[in-house]
T-cell receptor
Framework: AQSVSQHNHHVILSEAASLELGCNYS??????LFWYVQYPGQHLQLLLK??????LVKGIKGFEAEFIKSKFSFNLRKPSVQWSDTAEYFC?????????FGTGTQLKVEL | DAGVTQSPTHLIKTRGQQVTLRCSPK?????VSWYQQALGQGPQFIFQYYEEEERQRGNFPDRFSGHQFPNYSSELNVNALLLGDSALYLC?????????????FGDGTRLSIL
């Protein structure tokens, strides 16, 4: 069975601070990995995805994530956060059909 | 614009009632998945429909059923509602089941059970 663990449930940062959100997954086969973001009052949106190839993937709005197979991790990073990055972030894994999500990380960026 | 549209936006029901939620996928998508998101949790997979058939199912009881129509739109039906069914129900669409392609989500239907 596939599972996803997000260790940071609530994160508060000041603008311009660097961000790293942890994500570890469990899955026995080839996985596709995703980060989704949910801004207040909006639907889930895809930030970035990893299917294969370069383990460092870049997404929208300056976000990137690194797939480390040996650690079963897919951490999300951003060098300098903005107030508009305040949102809930979900890591997800799929082996084909269903997406399995983590519990999410609520990020608050303060001015 | 999400591309995936869900109706209704909000719904209030009482225990024991039945409910039907509707979803129209993003243009060009043929696969629809349903998720339940309880407060403070990540979305939980209910089931996925492709070619009008249920392709995979999560750990949800038979009270949860669905349907996909020839135009790829889908319905989620929940019978004998329980208080614990109160949640945000999300529909997601994608292209071709089994490929791991990104799923696009709708705004969800907020279901409250009294």
């Amino acid at each position: 069975a596939q599972s996803v663990s997000q260790h940071n449930h609530h994160v508060i940062l000041s603008e311009a601070a660097s961000l790293e959100l942890g994500c570890n997954y469990s899955y026995g086969g080839t996985v596709n990995l995703f980060w989704y973001v949910q801004y207040p009052g909006q639907h889930l949106q895809l930030l970035l995805k990893y299917f294969s190839g370069d383990p460092l993937v870049k997404g929208i709005k300056g976000f990137e994530a690194e797939f480390i197979k040996s650690k079963f991790s897919f951490n999300l990073r951003k060098p300098s956060v903005q107030w508009s990055d305040t949102a809930e972030y979900f890591c997800a894994v799929t082996g084909g059909n269903k997406l399995t999500f983590g519990t999410g990380t609520q990020l608050k960026v303060e001015l | 614009d999400a591309g995936v549209t869900q109706s209704p936006t909000h719904l209030i029901k009482t225990r024991g009632q039945q409910v039907t939620l509707r979803c129209s996928p993003k243009s060009g998508h043929d696969t629809v998945s349903w998720y339940q998101q309880a407060l403070g949790q990540g979305p939980q997979f209910i089931f996925q429909y492709y070619e009008e058939e249920e392709r995979q199912r999560g750990n949800f009881p038979d009270r949860f059923s669905g349907h996909q129509f020839p135009n790829y739109s889908s319905e989620l039906n929940v019978n004998a509602l329980l208080l614990g069914d109160s949640a945000l129900y999300l529909c997601a669409s994608s292209l071709r089941t089994g490929t791991g392609q990104p799923q696009h989500f709708g705004d969800g239907t907020r279901l409250s059970i009294l």
